[in-house]
């Protein structure tokens, strides 16, 4: 499948209003493996390919282990995951799926154990970006980086 378009090309003033995000994503308080969990497990739910091979490969090179990779689409299923882990990725299920129900008072309040309300200001954030960046890759046919 060849690529539609190139928006960095095309439109120029919301790529870079886009990396405006990632640039701000950087200096957040979450960990860069935090980070990659989010990016992974919404990619894994939208279908996005190349950033689910961009992401998982990220992952890897800031010491994420494979096994965790292959096991994050059943996260819930293995005791793999910290707790605080598991309240990011509901969050990035509920927000990824929002027109199911959004994100509930339920994972909202658990979040609220492990998190300030500005660090899940900054999950809700790379969770939205995330998401954005699938929907560019998809609708463009973004091709895998080799």
């Known amino acids: 499948m060849a690529t539609r378009l190139n928006i960095a090309k095309v439109d120029t003033a919301a790529y870079k209003a886009m990396m ?9 308080s979450l960990t860069p493996i935090q980070k990659e969990l989010i990016k992974i497990r919404a990619s894994q739910i939208n279908g996005c390919a190349f950033c689910l091979d961009m992401h998982s490969k990220d992952a ?3 010491g994420e282990t494979a096994q965790r ?3 994050l689409s059943a996260w819930w299923e293995t005791e793999l995951f910290s707790d605080e882990e598991r309240v990011l990725l509901k ?6 799926l929002i027109h199911q ?7 909202f309040e ?3 154990e492990f998190f300030d309300e500005k660090q899940i200001a900054e999950i809700i954030l790379a969770i939205i970006t995330i998401n954005a960046w699938n929907r560019i890759g998809i609708s463009t046919h973004l091709e895998l980086l080799k």
């Open 91 to 96: 969050m990035t299920e509920e927000i990824t």
């Open 60 to 62: 890897l090179k800031l």
């Open 110 to 112: 658990k979040a609220k």
């Open 101 to 107: 129900q959004g994100l509930t008072d339920k994972t």
């Open 69 to 71: 990779i292959f096991l």
């Open 20 to 28: 405006g995000l990632e640039t701000y994503l950087e200096t957040i």
